[in-house]
């Protein structure tokens, strides 16, 4: 009974999400003070700060401290590619990725300014010899003005 109580215990404090309780007031003021309308769900405790799943005027974002309190970034999760800013798409649909499926579009706030993020994969372009059995996923970066700032790969292996 006791080794159950003990591993039940470890795994509850494994799990990152936290209570309001376990956040530090300086970041709870912190997040307060930048989102005064927000409705927080829940908080995720990382080793560098915290993470607020949090709501306001309709929309999810995820709003992430240092542990000393200072904003770090937001990011909002876009649902329809005709909400980000039309210079975005328009240098989404002239980018050499344009025939790639869109996967999931985030818009990331931070203090140095903001851009956007979009996931694409190729899975709906015909595969030759050389691909075949893979798909290829990158996280493609526009500037709010729409300029193309580059790519990241995060492929991986497609299961059969």
Not at 13 to 36: C, H, L, R
Not at 115 to 131: G, K, R, S
Request: net charge neutral.
């Amino acid at each position: 009974m006791l080794m159950i109580f003990c591993a039940n215990n470890i795994v509850a404090q494994a799990s990152g999400a936290k209570s309001k309780n376990d956040v530090p007031e300086n970041v709870i003021a912190a997040f307060t003070a930048k989102y005064p309308k927000a409705e927080v769900k829940n908080w995720n405790i990382t080793n560098d700060g915290y993470i607020a799943k949090a709501k306001e005027s309709g929309s999810k974002f995820y709003a992430t401290f240092d542990k000393n309190g200072h904003w770090v970034q937001t990011t909002t999760q876009i649902s329809w590619s005709w909400n980000l800013p039309a210079e975005v798409t328009a240098s989404l649909k002239e980018n050499k990725y344009a025939a790639w499926r869109v996967d999931k579009i985030k818009k990331v706030e931070t203090p140095a300014g903001n851009f956007y993020q979009v996931l694409v994969d190729n899975l709906n372009l015909q595969i030759d010899a050389d691909h075949m059995g893979f798909t290829e996923n990158l996280v493609l970066n526009f500037q709010p003005n729409g300029e193309f700032s580059g790519t990241k790969s995060i492929s991986s292996a497609l299961l059969f």
